[in-house]
């Protein structure tokens, strides 16, 4: 079942102790935008697919984080959201790991569960009957195994 979240009002997502984003839902619109980011676009042809996911992770990230808690500088002071600083954030692995847990995944999650038929309620045989009858005034063979 999908469940649809007709609110559309951003959220907080607690990345690690301390530090958390606001985010806005994630839409269609957010990851059509992200997938045509400029640094995305830029990407080599021979870009492995951790170059990709971290691009694309920067790209979704700087369209859908509004604000932030717990991000501060060398000194210990809070740094203003940035594009800049949300690249920076997510060049942290304990932050992208959860970010993309957290927040991308959902959306690919979904992707993926469209591919799938959901199982016969009892099973993939219950109910079947047989439908081979033999023809009108044929003898019935015998089975030989």
Known sequence: MIRLNLTASP????????????VAPLSTALM????ADPAIEALPDTATQEELALAMAKAVARRAVLDWEGVG???GDAVPIS???ID???????VFEAFQ?????KGLILDAEKNVSAPLPTGPSAGATGTARPARGAAPTARQD
């Open 11 to 22: 959220s907080w997502l607690n990345l690690a102790p301390g530090l958390r984003l606001h």
């Open 32 to 35: 059509v935008s992200a997938r």
């Open 73 to 75: 500088d060398d000194a």
């Open 83 to 85: 594009p800049e600083g």
């Open 88 to 94: 920076a954030l997510l060049e942290i692995w304990p």
């Open 101 to 105: 847990t957290q927040y991308v995944a």
